[in-house]
């Protein structure tokens, strides 16, 4: 293997360019009429055992469609 190419040779990507100077489109810059939005919570504690999850309130909020747990 020559030494221009191969493992651990620097890639030029070409659309760096473009993100750095803000013009990318990200999912997150879509805003379409009646879209949904998923959230992910996560423990504040690393490898915490969760012994239940009470959804009982979030469901009940205005715009809720769905909560779903690792049980479901």
């Avoid at 473009?18 to 490898?47: E, K």
């Amino acid at each position: 293997m020559t030494k221009s190419k191969g493992i651990g040779q620097p890639v030029r990507r070409k659309e760096d360019a473009r993100l750095v100077v803000g013009a990318g489109c990200f999912s997150d810059d879509v805003d379409l009429p009646r879209q949904a939005r998923a959230f992910v919570i996560r423990s504040v504690h690393a490898h915490a055992r969760i012994k239940a999850i009470d959804s009982t309130h979030a469901k009940a909020l205005r715009g809720v469609l769905v909560v779903l747990t690792g049980a479901d």
